[in-house]
């Protein structure tokens, strides 16, 4: 037998004779992941809440939790890339209230809803792009200048808007009268139900029950694919571990980032265009609009996303926004008193951090 032979031979008998993981062992692969802390803790917190609280696996409280976590999952794989990529931007919260704004103004100069809602994306984009120039063209750092962003364009905002609220075009609910059959007691019984109904492009884009989540999951599939699977992706990847090295090695780190941050921004303005459609008005609140990014944030980095930059997933960043989401849902249909719920949404986001800290450690073969 050749030597080559003799070698396949021996490496196939190593093969077969290699022991399968036991459930022990594909568990602890499984923890180690970036992933897997947060859904193993999404997992339990949603365990704890359907023994506390009745009906919470109820069709009725799924709907009713979409709102609380598919925004932010978007919002979230938003930061996601920008973090990803050594960089933060904290200004999504303003530009959330500020493209309904925009959608509301570009209606009444004429425009149709379609158009609206390009236009107030291509603004959100301009945004982005005005943070990327001035974060890695002028070299100002990401924390200060989407900050700035975040504080001018939030009064910007409120002067455009007269600080008071408007109702979003498109978004009207009318009321139609239909007669229904029931039975009562084994007759017929025609009774008339008012039926409500919403126009066709608000219901794709925020007003439908489940066109937010519909939207979270696309979004989150698509930058997932970009991150595991593209050459931007690993782009992205590289600029985060080491930016002088990425440049080096002839990536764009300019580039890459400034495209990061407009992904970023436009993400930010189509969830405010969402939201809008959903609640058929919008408001100008600087202080809610900074909540929504702080919750944001947090999703991204109890998902496993480091602010450190090189690491992170788009998956970590949906469990992220649904174990907040769970967890808020739960507290208030716990009847938890207002003045605590932040107190222990504070202590569980800081919890989750930990768990991901230490097994993270425990990837990189240095815990204990």
């Not at 992205?236 to 970023?264: D, L, M, Q, S, Y």
Request: proline share 3%.
């Amino acid at each position: 037998m050749s030597a080559p032979a003799t070698e396949r031979a021996a490496t196939d008998s190593a093969t077969a004779r290699a022991p399968r993981p036991g459930a022990r062992e594909l568990g602890k692969r499984f923890l180690t992941l970036r992933e897997g802390s947060i859904v193993v803790v999404t997992i339990l917190a949603a365990l704890y809440f359907s023994v506390k609280v009745n009906h919470f696996f109820s069709h009725a409280n799924f709907v009713t939790l979409l709102p609380y976590f598919a925004p932010f999952a978007i919002l979230a794989v938003g930061e996601v890339m920008l973090m990803v990529a050594g960089e933060i931007d904290l200004s999504i919260g303003s530009v959330y209230l500020f493209a309904p704004f925009m959608f509301y103004e570009f209606n009444q100069a004429g425009l149709g809803l379609v158009l609206c809602l390009i236009c107030s994306l291509l603004v959100s984009a301009l945004v982005g792009v005005i943070n990327g120039v001035v974060t890695e063209v002028i070299g100002v750092s990401s924390f200060i200048t989407t900050l700035a962003m975040l504080l001018g364009l939030g009064g910007l905002t409120l002067i455009i808007s007269h600080a008071a609220p408007v109702q979003m075009p498109g978004a009207d609910v009318t009321s139609t009268t239909v007669n229904v059959t029931h039975v009562i007691n084994g007759q017929k019984v025609v009774l008339p139900e008012h039926v409500n109904h919403v126009g066709t492009f608000a219901r794709l884009f925020g007003a439908g029950t489940y066109s937010e989540f519909i939207w979270a999951l696309l979004i989150v599939g698509f930058i997932q694919v970009v991150l595991s699977a593209t050459r931007w992706g690993m782009y992205t990847v590289a600029v985060g571990g080491n930016k002088h090295g990425a440049a080096e090695a002839g990536v764009r780190v300019r580039a890459i980032v400034i495209r990061n941050f407009v992904i970023c921004s436009v993400f930010a303005g189509f969830v405010g265009v969402l939201e809008a459609n959903r609640s058929n008005s919008v408001t100008p609140d600087t202080a809610g609009a900074s909540e929504t990014m702080f919750r944001a944030v947090s999703a991204a980095v109890i998902g496993g996303t480091l602010l450190a930059g090189g690491e992170g997933t788009a998956i970590g960043a949906l469990f992220g926004a649904l174990f907040l989401g769970i967890l808020r849902d739960g507290l208030v249909l716990q009847g938890v008193n207002a003045d605590y719920l932040d107190f222990i949404l504070g202590i569980a986001i800081l919890g989750a951090m930990m768990i991901n800290i230490y097994l993270g450690r425990v990837r990189r073969g240095s815990g204990v």
